[in-house]
T-cell receptor, first 112, second 116 residues
Framework: DQQVKQNSPSLSVQEGRISILNCDYT??????FLWYKKYPAEGPTFLIS?????DKNEDGRFTVFLNKSAKHLSLHIVPSQPGDSAVYFC???????????FGPGTRLSVLP | NAGVMQNPRHLVRRRGQEARLRCSPMKGHSHVYWYRQLPEEGLKFMVY????????ESGMPKERFSAEFPKEGPSILRIQQVVRGDSAAYFC??????????????FGPGTRLTVL
């Protein structure tokens, strides 16, 4: 019973184009969401977060969109760079003091 | 400001031995979380601790696994009588424990446990 789903195990994008990574969740109590990037043999690195009071948060090349009614969020990376090639995890929490539930990850490959 | 530190980075144990994994949180962080990542899978929550207290251990296997975060020193994840299925990457994360939706978790580099 996966509460956080990332239905695309992998994604390939040309350098300079937009990468869109999707995440769906089932628990309506989730109200805080994060995206992490993970390189092989390293720990996940925090990228960007969004709380349920917002529908968009932007940080440089990274933008996260949240659609609460659809229980869906997405991470947009534009323009994509080869260094963005990594596994991206979506994580969700019901709030303070609650543990995060991670999705299975999407492997992004940005082709030069 | 050093990040989350974990040691050892790699640990090899034979079946039946004990494994001890250590995690030092970021400076100023009082909350620690342990996650396990099996090959080709995402991160699975195991346990959430504050200093000297276990807050949520709903993801911990009922037997052989224990965790602590003493008043002084690192957090320890202990696996007794390891089996091959325990082979995984174990990640520790820490946060400040802020109220509201700002309590981001920062991860360590992980400990890769191999059980022979």
């Amino acid at each position: 019973d996966q509460q956080v789903k990332q239905n695309s195990p992998s994604l390939s994008v040309q350098e300079g184009r937009i990468s869109i990574l999707n995440c769906d969740y089932t628990n309506s109590m989730f109200d805080y969401f994060l995206w992490y990037k993970k390189y092989p043999a390293e720990g996940p690195t925090f990228l960007i977060s969004i709380s349920s009071i917002k529908d968009k948060n932007e940080d440089g090349r990274f933008t996260v969109f949240l659609n609460k009614s659809a229980k869906h969020l997405s991470l947009h990376i534009v323009p994509s760079q080869p260094g963005d090639s990594a596994v991206y995890f979506c994580a969700a929490s019901p709030g303070y003091g609650q543990n995060f539930v991670f999705g299975p990850g999407t492997r992004l490959s940005v082709l030069p | 400001n050093a990040g989350v530190m974990q040691n050892p980075r790699h640990l090899v144990r034979r079946r039946g031995q004990e494994a001890r994994l250590r995690c030092s949180p970021m400076k100023g962080h009082s909350h620690v979380y342990w996650y396990r990542q099996l090959p080709e899978e995402g991160l699975k929550f195991m346990v959430y601790l504050q200093k000297e207290n276990i807050i949520d251990e709903s993801g911990m296997p009922k037997e052989r696994f224990s965790a602590e975060f003493p008043k002084e020193g690192p957090s320890i994840l202990r696996i007794q009588q390891v089996v091959r299925g325990d082979s995984a990457a174990y990640f520790c994360a820490s946060s400040r424990g802020l109220a509201g939706a700002t309590d981001t978790q920062y991860f360590g580099p992980g400990t890769r446990l191999t059980v022979l």
